[in-house]
């Protein structure tokens, strides 16, 4: 089994910034990929952005691109996000995962391809 925690949410104004962080332990493995997803109340879960064990590859939703910077450690059990220029809509609870090994290709969107969640942490952006 694999576990995940994330921290470094909180309350930041617009136009603010936060890191989040996400540590892996457990019988992690390598050739797996990381994400952050968010939901807000109401929603359903919506994609971040990933990155693959590595690193070389990431993938950013369009809402977040250029705002945001994903990461990992080199020992690939620390995944990071950068947030930066936060905007109102982008509260809500924010969320690691992790898939199970899977060829290197590009970085999965879908909940459905990660096997591994955390508990969340929330972020709030007042306006």
């Known amino acids: 089994q694999v576990q995940l925690v994330e921290s470094g949410g909180g309350l930041v104004q617009a136009g603010g910034s936060l890191r989040l962080t996400c540590a892996a332990s457990g019988r992690t493995s390598g050739n797996n990929f990381m994400a952050w997803f968010r939901q807000d109340q109401g929603k359903e879960r919506e994609f971040v952005a990933a990155t693959s064990w590595i690193g070389d590859q990431t993938a950013y939703a369009d809402s977040v691109k250029g705002r945001f910077t994903i990461s990992r450690n080199g020992a690939g059990n620390r995944l990071y996000l950068q947030m930066n220029s936060l905007k109102p809509e982008d509260t809500a609870v924010y969320y690691c995962?992790?898939?199970?090994?899977?060829?290197?290709?590009?970085?999965?969107?879908?909940?459905?391809?990660?096997?591994?969640w955390g508990q969340g942490t929330q972020v709030t952006v007042s306006s």
């Open positions: 995962g992790q898939t199970a090994p899977l060829p290197p290709l590009a970085p999965p969107r879908q909940t459905n391809s990660y096997q591994y």
